[in-house]
């Protein structure tokens, strides 16, 4: 029963609308409004069975030219006679293996941050009290209707959206839903606001958030889906997850590396049936699936997705978990960072900074909830405890809370049991050696007149030592200083004057410009009991003792962190639930804004036009008293703006903004389960700096899967050339399946994975992000590899013309008679044409195995050629490059390996002919290849 203004009506107006009264619903009433409006729970709202996603995972271009390459591999391993038989079942196993690993890893990834619904059903309330028949009664929350009377206590889950009818004392933690930790004060006034946030309807009561103190009742006004939650859980269903920039970087590979299949195939089948190079097309063809197979690198999704998981443990490491694999990559592409305020840029634990007292001002040093910190004025040391002011201050803190400190063994810091707000003054007092029990043990609590959002002051009525009754009093100074006509100042209690109380306004003001949250103290002594202790008899004629000043302080790291973003052309944003002035001030201190720069609120948000807010987003740094429709608002305008954009938050009003983002960012300690399971990364110590890290890890990440994409690519190249040339010449394979597979596979695969986890470029984050929607297959890539290929090629053709002459004397069908390669014997050395054709092919084996593992190493840095970097840093890549050398003279000179690979023996001239053609491998300078380099070089001047 959606209704957008139950807070702009009295609770009358809305009991009438509802039809329902004090008493609550009728049973048959109930029942028949649970017919109406359903039950109060949240539905899914579409969404696709686990099946269609598994299947969905082999959309993929990458996946579906590994599918083209098993039936090719099976069709030629079926045909009878054919050459390709053992390799081809050991191929099309093989990469089957690959891709079925590559999709359950896939599916598993996608089925998990699709939970972010059953997260939220688990936050509703299992129970509701209300009132049905006229009697209190529990029924489950799923029953309860629009028109219910809801009952409250602390520690309740409220199960519904409500309208408050009755309210004393009664705090709500809405952290779930506006992601402010502080606790909201709740009553039943009527509240004439424009537009307002959750944050703001403090006559309203919503599902999910938590009860933390006093009592009250509220008319339920919105169930299920129509609740803020169920608002929340349609958008978070609603929001689409866009492939990252890897996968879209694999898919645009997946689909020029099919282009190039295809054209191999059809030009190279062409080629051989107008050159007649077999009687038989059934040869010809499979010939040509030959070359097509080797052309496809089949173990790159495999080191691809090892890669990233390894960047996942590693990331681990340095407190963030990545829930969605190429999110790791993504880290690094981000533009722009979209954080929350409370607990990612500040600590989340309110510090007092100021006091105010008997027209001095002291500072207090310390953040958060250490009990170590220092009391100075006009920056000299000073004594807390001589002062009688600020000691009756602090005392009067201590005395109106009801919150606990808690400390750990061990360590300096306090926890709050209760409102922060309350524990960071019980903090201060122990910094200052005035411990709380010492301050129970001189007064005993009489009775207390709770604080409310209406009241803005809380009243602990105490007895002291010699049983006088006395009145302490904190709240809001603009409510506490008219209640005062004394001060206490120079150890004696005189009249307030009205300059005075001009002065105390004007310092009050000029806390609150610093966006520190302010407040009074006050006391009383009381001459007797008064009946039922009326506020208004007790709360007059106060005694003014003091203002105090405290904030929610910046992390330390930070600013720092800020610097970073900016020098890696990173655009930090902050979008927080609090007020402009706490906002600014907060962005001030970090460096997120200079003093000129923009803030924007929700309300002005939604005056304005949506070419208007787009060009908002592009210029504005700091949003705050945002809804979650905002937050959402401004991402997908970022995304259309072409940003690649990292969302932080922790509340359940997150998590649409969180799943939408490129990379959505939750928070591990104070985050919703919710938030968690619609976020691909968890900060496990929800510290801003942590995710810049984190940007330097996906970088380095990027950077290493564009080293070994390069590799692959170029190793694949070299046998594509190789094979295309020798076949268009007229001679028989210059390598066969088996040994194409082990390159593909063994020795290609460990070098690549040892490239997927080697040391960073210097500099990542010196360097702006890739451009958003740049690809990895750039013009400088595809140079890199098809001049790093043509000279692979050139060294292998040379070590196989070689290898022909050397041991058949001369090349038949290219520099002699045609022969038949299986029963003719070479004239000239006496050996078959079989056994030359097998030494030929085993030097291209060599020769390629060679080439590349000293190509590997120009592979590991985009700026500097080989010669310029740190080889003994690569200590992995030396092991990977290590273990292929011994595979592969495992392959050449173990005899039971010769059949298996079809190799021979080779003596030392053949290998000096192998290393000669092979050191070129190391002189391709990648600052001349890459025609982006420039471009780089100038991104990073």
């Known amino acids: 029963m959606a209704q957008d203004s139950w807070y702009d009506n009295d609770v009358d107006y809305v009991m009438k609308r509802l039809c329902t009264s004090q008493k609550g619903l009728s049973s048959t009433d109930a029942q028949a409004r649970l017919d109406e409006y359903g039950h109060n729970e949240l539905i899914a709202t579409g969404g696709i069975s686990p099946l269609r996603m598994f299947l969905s995972q082999f959309k993929d271009p990458m996946v579906i030219i590994l599918l083209v390459a098993i039936a090719l591999s099976l069709f030629a391993a079926m045909v009878p006679g054919s050459e390709h038989s053992g390799g081809g079942f050991i191929d099309a196993a093989v990469i089957s293996a690959i891709v079925l690993f590559n999709s359950i890893f896939g599916f598993v990834q996608e089925y998990k941050s699709e939970q972010a619904l059953e997260a939220l059903k688990e936050m509703a309330a299992p129970k509701a009290r209300v009132m049905r028949d006229g009697l209190w009664t529990i029924i489950d929350s799923r029953d309860v209707v629009p028109g219910d009377l809801l009952g409250f206590e602390p520690g309740d889950r409220i199960a519904a959206d ?103 195939v059809i030009i190279v089948f062409a080629a051989e049936v107008f050159q007649h190079v077999s009687d038989s097309i059934m040869d010809e063809l499979l010939v040509a699936i030959a070359l097509a197979v080797s052309a496809i690198p089949e173990g790159l999704p495999a080191v691809v997705t090892i890669t990233l998981a390894i960047g996942v443990q590693r990331m681990v490491q340095k407190n963030a978990i990545v829930r969605r694999l190429p999110s790791v990559e993504t880290l690094g592409s981000t533009t722009v960072i979209c954080s929350d305020k409370t607990g990612t840029i500040t600590k989340n634990e309110m510090t007092e900074t100021t006091i105010f007292t008997s027209g001095t001002t002291i500072s207090v040093s310390g953040v958060g909830y250490n009990k170590t910190g220092k009391f100075t004025r006009t920056s000299t040391p000073y004594d807390i405890l001589a002062d009688p002011h600020a000691v009756k201050l602090m005392e009067i803190g201590q005395l109106c809370s009801n919150s606990i400190l808690q400390h750990e063994p061990g360590s300096t810091d306090w926890t709050i049991i209760g409102d922060p707000t309350e524990g960071s003054i019980l903090v201060l007092a122990e910094k200052a050696g005035i411990t709380f029990d010492s301050t129970r043990a001189k007064y005993t609590e009489v009775t207390e007149i709770s604080f409310d959002s209406a009241r803005k002051r809380m009243t602990s009525i105490t007895t002291d030592s010699e049983d006088k009754l006395i009145a302490f009093s904190k709240g809001a100074p603009e409510v506490i200083l008219p209640l005062c006509t004394h001060i206490y100042e120079n150890n004696q209690v005189r009249s307030l004057t009205e300059k005075e109380r001009e002065a105390i306004v004007e310092i009050n003001a000029g806390l609150a410009e610093d966006a520190l949250r302010v407040l009074a103290f006050a006391y009383r002594p009381l001459e007797e009991e008064i009946p039922d202790w009326s506020p208004e008899r007790v709360e007059c004629s106060l005694i003014f003792v003091g203002l105090l000043g405290m904030i929610d302080p910046p992390r330390k790291e930070v600013k720092d962190a800020m610097k970073i973003c900016k020098k890696a052309g990173i655009r930090p944003i902050m979008i927080t639930g609090d007020h402009k002035l706490t906002a600014r001030a907060v962005a001030l201190k970090v460096g997120m804004i200079q003093h000129e720069g923009e803030v924007l609120s929700g309300a002005d948000l939604d005056h304005m036009s949506d070419e208007d807010f787009n060009e908002a987003v592009l210029r504005c740094n700091v949003f705050a008293r945002v809804a979650p429709e905002h937050k959402l608002r401004i991402v997908n305008a970022l995304k259309d703006a072409n940003e690649v954009v990292a969302m932080t938050g922790d509340g359940v009003n997150d998590a649409p903004a969180i799943k939408t983002a490129d990379v959505g960012i939750s928070m591990g300690i104070r985050g919703s389960d919710v938030t968690k399971e619609a976020s691909d990364v968890i900060l496990t110590d929800d510290n801003f700096a942590t995710i810049v890290t984190a940007v330097e890890k996906g970088r380095e990440i990027y950077s290493n ?114 022969v038949n390669w299986v029963t003719d014997i070479s004239p000239i050395t006496g050996l078959s044409w079989a056994t030359a054709l097998t030494h030929a092919r085993t030097g291209v084996f060599a020769s390629v195995v060679t080439f590349e593992l000293l190509f590997v190493w120009n592979c590991r840095d985009e700026y500097h050629p080989v010669w310029k970097t740190h080889i003994t840093r690569s200590k992995v890549l030396i092991g990977a490059v290590m273990l292929s050398v011994v595979l592969t003279l495992a392959t050449i000179y173990l005899p039971f390996m010769w059949p298996i690979f079809q190799t021979a023996p080779l003596n030392l001239a053949d290998w000096g002919v192998i290393l000669l053609t092979s050191l070129p491998a190391l002189l391709i300078p990648p600052h001349i290849i890459f025609g982006h380099h420039k471009e780089k070089k100038q991104a990073l001047d």
């Open 162 to 264: 409500g309208r408050v009818s009755y309210a004393v004392g009664l705090s709500v933690d809405e952290a779930p839903l506006t992601g402010e930790s502080v606790a909201v004060r709740k009553s039943e006034t009527t509240l004439h606001l424009k537009r307002p946030v959750v944050g703001d309807m403090k006559n309203c009561v919503f599902q999910g958030t938590v009860i933390t103190a006093g009592k009250g009742q509220a008319i339920v006004t919105d169930t299920g889906m129509n609740t803020q939650f169920g608002l929340i859980a349609e958008m978070v269903q609603e929001s689409e997850k866009d492939m990252t920039p890897l996968q879209k970087d694999l898919e645009d590979l997946g689909k020029k590396l099919g282009a190039v299949v295809i054209f191999l």
């Open 705 to 818: 899967v564009r080293k070994f994409v390069r590799f692959l690519l170029a190793a694949n190249f070299d046998e594509v050339f190789l094979i295309f040339t020798v076949i268009m010449i007229g001679l028989p394979l210059p390598i066969t399946a088996i040994q194409i597979l082990w390159l593909n596979l063994a020795t290609d695969g460990f070098p690549a994975l040892a490239l997927g986890v080697d040391p960073p470029e210097e500099g990542v984050m010196d360097r702006p992000p890739r451009k958003p929607g740049a690809k990895m297959m750039d013009r400088g890539m595809a140079s890199f590899i098809l001049i790093a290929g043509f000279v692979a090629f050139l060294a292998a053709i040379t070590v196989f013309l070689w290898g022909l002459i050397t041991y058949g004397g001369w090349i038949p069908g290219f520099t002699g008679p045609v």
